[in-house]
């Protein structure tokens, strides 16, 4: 990490994120064609987790405290878990590109999430529009005739992807007052390994280990589990964290309505996902409430 960074490294730093983190639904639905869900995303963020370890501790960086472990273990339970591995779940019968959308408007839970929490601030007018915005967008996207008949998920996938959504704000408000002080590629191993064990632990009870046939996994499964692993976990988790070091949150959060327009265009384009009038209605309606409680959240926050 330099002390200045240059424009092309953060040119590229934002391409990263903005691109990978637009693809990995998209990863998540190839996978989980002939893998299992909560087993594919453990061994990922395991594997993930344990590379980034090793090339930590290689680097002389000091073994966690039992504080830091305690603190990212609720976190990567609440955020892999409970968010990616729901997710993981949600997506064998959910297409990438509403997937992303619909959790694209999660941002409406943390405004939620904020207030109602033990000293919680109240919403202010502009992020109450946002949120009244946004509820209008998920209401197009899933009402009455928006979705094709036989692309409609059920409605156990749907609340999955509302429960993923709570999982990830919980986590998210928890790291960002959790004193144990942990760096953020620290932070984002020890979220990896701890969230990763405990997905395969709940892959295991709910049965996925009899479903694993590795000869019948699919070439192309195997392809985006490795982009998963490679891309998403190794590469945007760091890339994030060093943004967050070297940009500003309003820049960064950016990311949050750059990614469904990227997730939504590549389900359609590559495979064959949906794409309506009401469907491309709604993503407006979602990214537009979305950068309302951004540019709020971050004009409200002191300099």
């Known amino acids: 990490m330099s002390a200045s960074p240059s424009r092309v490294a953060l040119i590229l730093a934002f391409a990263a994120i903005y691109l990978i983190w637009g693809t990995t639904y998209l990863g998540i639905r190839v996978a989980v064609e002939t893998m299992p869900p909560f087993l594919m995303s453990g061994v990922r963020f395991v594997v993930a987790g344990a590379a980034l370890l090793a090339f930590l501790k290689l680097r002389g960086t000091a073994w966690p405290s039992r504080a830091q472990w305690r603190d990212q273990a609720i976190i990567g339970a609440c955020l892999l878990a ?14 990438s590109g ?11 839970i943390m405004v939620l999430m904020e207030w109602l929490r033990p000293g919680g601030v109240r ?8 949120f009244a915005v946004g509820l209008c967008g998920l209401l197009v996207l899933l009402g009455p005739g928006a979705l094709p008949a036989d692309v409609r998920p059920p409605a156990s996938s749907l609340l999955a992807l ?6 990830w704000w919980g986590g998210s408000l928890f790291a960002k007052y959790t004193k144990s002080g942990a760096a953020p590629i620290m932070a984002a191993t020890l979220q990896m390994l701890c969230g990763g064990g405990l997905m395969l632990l709940i892959g295991l009870l709910a049965g996925e280990g009899p479903r694993v046939d590795v000869p019948a996994i699919s070439g192309r499964s195997w392809l985006a589990w490795s982009y998963l692993v490679v891309a998403g976990s190794l590469v945007a988790f760091p890339v994030y964290a060093w943004l967050l070091k070297n940009s500003t949150p309003a820049k960064v959060s950016t990311y949050s309505y750059v990614n469904p327009v990227v997730a939504v265009i590549l389900g359609w384009a590559i495979l064959d996902e949906p ?4 469907i491309a209605l709604a993503a407006g309606i979602i990214i537009g409430a979305v950068a309302i409680i951004t540019v709020q959240k971050n004009r409200l926050k002191p300099a």
């Open 82 to 95: 409970g968010g990616n591995g729901v997710v993981a779940w949600a997506e064998q019968t959910v297409p």
């Open 123 to 130: 919403p202010t007018p502009m992020l109450w529009l946002g």
């Open 98 to 108: 509403l997937t992303t959308l619909i959790l694209g408007a999660s941002p409406l």
């Open 275 to 278: 794409l309506t009038p009401h």
């Open 162 to 167: 509302f429960f993923a959504s709570i999982s």
